[in-house]
């Protein structure tokens, strides 16, 4: 992708499927954000690639222009009401000023595709770079939480979606 393609980068959302949980478990971001890399967790990487299990939860993320593969969603329902937003975009696209408008793109797909409106999401305390894009996306921080994560006990910041406009009507389960 060029920087010019990136400018004008328009983000397609789908049910993932076998070709791109196998991309995107296969790839490695640089320095310390390798903490990012999907098999760091190996109980991440046996739902991602188990068709029956990602269903209704993983979804892939195209260049609408290419059809190529530049990042996922993985929506996580949570107790009252509320769904967990993870999402990841391609090492490579990292920091090249695509993370307003990927993360956007998850705001819409969740509460328009899949009907929901009350989206946290968690971000690891060291990721500033991360968790100022959502805070633009208007993410507001509501909490920490220490988690297990490939071997180690790591502190999360959780974030809530501000409200921002009408609740959708429409409401679907995530499986």
């Known amino acids: 992708l060029t920087l ?20 995107i478990a296969s790839w490695r971001y640089p320095g310390v954000y390798a903490f ?19 269903a209704g939860r ?32 391609r090492p490579d696209l990292n920091g090249r000023g695509l993370g307003l408008g990927f993360v956007n793109e998850g705001i819409r797909f969740v509460r328009e595709e899949l009907g929901h409106d009350r989206i946290v999401l968690l971000v690891a305390v060291f990721n500033d770079r991360a968790r100022k894009v959502y805070e633009r996306a208007g993410f507001r921080r509501r909490g920490t939480q ?26 679907r389960a995530l499986e």
């Open 4 to 23: 010019t393609t990136l400018a004008a980068m328009q983000f397609r959302s789908r049910p993932i499927d076998d070709e791109a949980a196998e991309a």
């Open 36 to 54: 990012y890399d999907l098999d760091r967790d190996p109980e991440d990487v046996k739902l991602v690639s188990d068709p029956a299990r990602r």
């Open 58 to 89: 993983w979804f892939a993320v195209d260049d609408a222009g290419s059809g190529e593969l530049v990042g996922f969603y993985e929506v996580k329902p949570r107790a009252g009401g509320e769904v967990e937003l993870g999402l990841g975009l």
């Open 146 to 171: 220490l988690l297990g994560v490939g071997g180690e006990v790591v502190e999360f910041l959780e974030m809530e979606l501000a409200d921002r406009g009408p609740r959708p009507r429409v409401s």
